[in-house]
């Protein structure tokens, strides 16, 4: 009787704190090793795993479980507009904020700083392009998220080297020196190598608009050396490829690219990585190139029509590209990412989500942050949360 008056007179938040002492010490598996558990816990959906108890969940997010692919977005603050811009031209940031979204506990978080030096100086709104937005242009590659392109208020290339978010780690770190600095260009990845393609620097230059460059970021990570650094590969015909902010999308050993968005006319090239070569790209691949494109695992290529909100698939056989679904809700579609089985479509500030591995392709909108435009998404394993 007096232990239960006493455990009665305990204070809510001294029980709690006990309770979560007593549940880390508890086995995964009662009657096997952790280790052993963990083998077999990894075999279960983590979406499971979550709901059952306290230790299971946070088994997920350890370093030492196979993570789950999420979401990783750029957003800007729904509140900003040409005239914040013009009111703070020195400020540190133009109001870019990034997000991963976990899919397990339908929440968003926010990524951690970054460096403080030198101060990150992305302005996504200018007083001087009132109907249209600056682009900040970035890429994944080898499991990070790396910011390759931006703009300054007085137009210079914001980042003279790629700026790599590793979820691992939950780190940010700056990647080697671009050779040339450069915004409105052509970005992409392929097999964990980095590309940067034509643009223009603090001012226009045929050679930089004619220019390529890679970085291995795989090689980079397991020595942390710059000297493996950016390599020159041979370039374009011409510099009609700095018109815009172009995403350059890995596919089956080649990068494919076109010179500017949405339906207008437009030329496209591929790049042949192991031969070195640029060719042009195939009458049905730039006919059908009627928005925002991406790769499945390098593999499969998608687009989503922006006037229409029809996404498509590209079958190289036949070089066409054939309708998955179709929804006004992806009309206007700026950028999209693939992977996992899902094609993630940035449409007017919100996200979307197209299941393509469905038999019957199903879409739903994933609710962004209060105040915030989504700007890009990317697809990646999961943050490790904090032991």
């Keep these: 009787m007096a232990m239960?008056?006493?455990?009665?007179?305990?204070?809510?938040?001294?029980?709690?704190?006990?309770?979560?002492k007593?549940?880390?010490?508890?086995?995964?598996?009662?009657?096997l090793p952790d280790h052993i558990a963990q083998v077999c816990l990894s075999l279960v959906h983590p979406s499971v795993l979550f709901s059952v108890c306290t230790s299971w969940r946070r088994l997920i997010y350890?370093?030492?479980?196979?993570?789950?692919?999420?979401?990783?977005?750029?957003?800007?603050?729904?509140?900003?507009?040409?005239?914040?811009?013009?009111?703070?031209?020195?400020?540190?940031s133009n109001s870019i904020h990034f997000y991963n979204f976990d899919p397990i506990s339908s929440n968003w978080h926010p990524l951690p700083s970054t460096p403080p030096d030198p101060p990150l100086l992305l302005f996504r709104s200018h007083p001087?392009?009132?109907?249209?937005?600056?682009?900040?242009?970035?890429?994944?590659?080898?499991?990070?998220?790396i910011l390759l392109a931006a703009t300054t208020h007085n137009f210079s290339p914001a980042l003279p080297r790629p700026l790599v978010f590793d979820p691992a780690a939950r780190d940010w770190a700056f990647g080697p020196p671009l050779t040339t600095p450069r915004r409105w260009c052509a970005v992409g990845a392929l097999s964990?190598?980095?590309?940067?393609?034509?643009?223009?620097?603090?001012?226009?230059?045929?050679?930089?608009?004619?220019?390529?460059?890679?970085?291995?970021?795989?090689?980079?990570?397991?020595?942390?050396?710059?000297?493996?650094?950016?390599e020159k590969v041979s370039g374009l015909r011409d510099g009609r490829f700095s018109r815009d902010a172009i995403d350059a999308v890995g596919w089956r050993g080649m990068l494919c690219m076109v010179n500017?968005?949405?339906?207008?006319?437009?030329?496209?090239?591929?790049?042949?990585?192991?031969?070195?070569?640029?060719?042009?790209?195939?009458?049905?691949m730039i006919a059908g190139w009627r928005g925002p494109v991406?790769?499945?695992?390098?593999?499969?290529?998608?687009?989503?029509?922006e006037?229409?909100?029809?996404?498509?698939?590209?079958?190289?056989?036949?070089?066409?590209?054939?309708?998955?679904?179709?929804?006004?809700?992806?009309?206007?579609?700026?950028?999209?990412?693939?992977?996992?089985?899902?094609?993630?479509?940035?449409?007017?500030?919100?996200?979307?989500?197209?299941?393509?591995?469905?038999?019957?392709p199903r879409l739903w909108a994933v609710e962004t942050p209060p105040g915030l435009e989504a700007v890009a998404i990317h697809i990646l394993h999961r943050m490790s949360h904090a032991d």
């Design 4 to 20: 239960a008056e006493a455990e009665a007179s305990r204070s809510p938040s001294k029980r709690t704190k006990q309770s979560q």
């Design 22 to 31: 007593d549940d880390q010490h508890q086995p995964l598996l009662p009657g």
């Design 62 to 92: 350890s370093s030492s479980f196979p993570p789950f692919l999420s979401l990783y977005a750029l957003f800007s603050s729904s509140s900003s507009t040409s005239a914040s811009a013009s009111a703070s031209a020195s400020s540190s």
């Design 128 to 145: 001087s392009f009132i109907s249209r937005n600056l682009p900040i242009q970035s890429v994944s590659a080898s499991g990070n998220l």
């Design 192 to 230: 964990g190598v980095v590309y940067v393609a034509s643009g223009i620097g603090s001012h226009f230059s045929i050679d930089v608009a004619r220019s390529v460059e890679k970085w291995d970021l795989s090689k980079w990570k397991k020595y942390q050396v710059n000297s493996n650094g950016w």
């Design 260 to 284: 500017v968005k949405g339906d207008a006319a437009k030329e496209g090239a591929v790049y042949d990585v192991e031969k070195d070569t640029w060719q042009d790209m195939p009458e049905g």
């Design 294 to 305: 991406a790769a499945m695992d390098e593999d499969v290529m998608y687009v989503v029509d």
């Design 307 to 360: 006037a229409k909100g029809a996404l498509r698939r590209y079958d190289p056989n036949k070089d066409v590209w054939e309708e998955v679904f179709e929804s006004e809700r992806l009309r206007g579609a700026e950028q999209i990412a693939a992977g996992g089985g899902r094609v993630c479509v940035v449409c007017g500030g919100g996200i979307f989500v197209v299941d393509v591995s469905a038999a019957t």
